[in-house]
């Protein structure tokens, strides 16, 4: 069992930066797969960056690459999300989530913590 918690959501104007954090609960943390979904206002979830277990594997959704850098840290339980140059478009609601490794499901999710970029 994994429980995520996320923070560091907040009220940006474009082209600034947030850096969002997610923490996790579970000794196993380090056997997962680690998300960022993004949820912007009547659109539907997307995945727009994951990390594989030891921060070998990362992922961008076009619409973020080059903008946004995801990183984790074992020793902390925690992973981060990096995002700069921000843009209106990339308002909404943004949740961690965490698969087994080799697995295609998201199984855990955080409550999701809001960012609104603000032109």
């Known amino acids: 069992q994994v429980q995520l918690n996320e923070s560091g959501g907040g009220l940006v104007q474009a082209g600034g930066s947030l850096r969002l954090s997610c923490a996790a609960s579970g000794r196993t943390f380090s056997a997962y797969t680690m998300g960022w979904f993004r949820q912007a206002p009547g659109k539907e979830r997307e995945l727009i960056s994951f990390?594989?277990?030891?921060?070998?594997?990362?992922s961008y959704a076009g619409s973020v690459k080059g903008r946004f850098t995801i990183s984790r840290d074992n020793a902390k339980n925690m992973v981060y999300l990096q995002m700069n140059s921000l843009k209106p478009e990339d308002t909404g609601v943004y949740y961690c989530a965490a698969k087994r490794s080799g697995t295609i499901e998201y199984e855990y999710w955080g409550q999701g913590t809001q960012v609104i970029v603000s032109s």
């Open positions: 990390v594989d277990w030891n921060g070998g594997t990362l």
